[in-house]
Each structure stands twice: as structure tokens, then as C-alpha cells.
Nanobody
Framework: QVQLVESGGGLVQSGESLRLSCVAS????????VTWYRQALGKERELAAA???????????????NYAESVKGRFTISRDNTKNAVYLQMRNLKPSDTAVYYC??????????WGKGTLVTVST
């Protein structure tokens, strides 16, 4: 069983930055592809950024990343295997980035886990 805990959310002004953390316990996060999803009030959950399993984990030879068009150039997803964590660095935040951000991890066998989310609020 994997537990995911997100942190780093908060209230910021437009143009500022935040770094979200997703820390795992119970298993090595390096074996999981990790996705940051976000859900704004009244909207469906959407992918913000994703990173494949760490190099060498379950057949993956390199970590690849993927971003929603709306965050490209502003958000960066990365992992730190020594801390069993995945991060989402968010820059030049906009009010449209306001949402609850969730960490999702899934491995090669389809085992999937979710965190409880962290709220990001961007004011004008």
C-alpha cells in the first residue's frame, strides 16, 4: 500500500510561484509514473503535469514529462528519489491555476494511488 501526501499549496498573488510536493510512503515512488492533476471548483479534474517512472524502473529507460498546454513553460515536474518525492514547481501563477492539486501514482501493474490534494489559490 502506498500513501501519498501532497503539500505546498497556499494563497499567492498572480505572477508568484509555489512548489508542490508529493511524498510517498510504503513503496518507492521511483517505480511509479506520477501525475499531478488539478480540479477547479465546478470543473472536472484535469492533468496538469506527468512524469514517467524513474530510469530503470519497470522498463523505463528515462523519465519523460508531459504538460497541459495551459501550464507549459510555467510548470516543471521533477522527482527526487532520495526523498521519495515528486515536485511540481509552478511559476507565473494565474488565477486560472486556482484548484485543488492531486498527486496520482500508477505502476506497471496498474496499481494506482491518490493523495488527498492540496489547495492552490491565486488571487489577482
Amino acid at each position: 500500500q502506498v500513501q501519498l501526501v501532497e503539500s505546498g499549496g497556499g494563497l499567492v498573488q498572480s505572477g508568484e510561484s509555489l512548489r508542490l510536493s508529493c511524498v510517498a510512503s510504503g513503496s518507492s515512488l521511483s517505480n511509479y509514473a506520477v501525475t499531478w492533476y488539478r480540479q477547479a471548483l465546478g470543473k472536472e479534474r484535469e492533468l496538469a503535469a506527468a512524469i514517467t517512472a524513474a530510469p530503470g524502473g519497470f522498463g523505463s529507460t528515462a523519465s519523460a514529462t508531459n504538460y497541459a498546454e495551459s501550464v507549459k513553460g510555467r510548470f516543471t515536474i521533477s522527482r527526487d528519489n532520495t526523498k521519495n518525492a515528486v515536485y511540481l514547481q509552478m511559476r507565473n501563477l494565474k488565477p486560472s491555476d486556482t484548484a485543488v492539486y492531486y498527486c496520482n501514482a500508477i505502476n506497471h501493474y496498474g496499481m494506482e494511488y491518490w493523495g488527498k490534494g492540496t489547495l492552490v489559490t491565486v488571487s489577482t
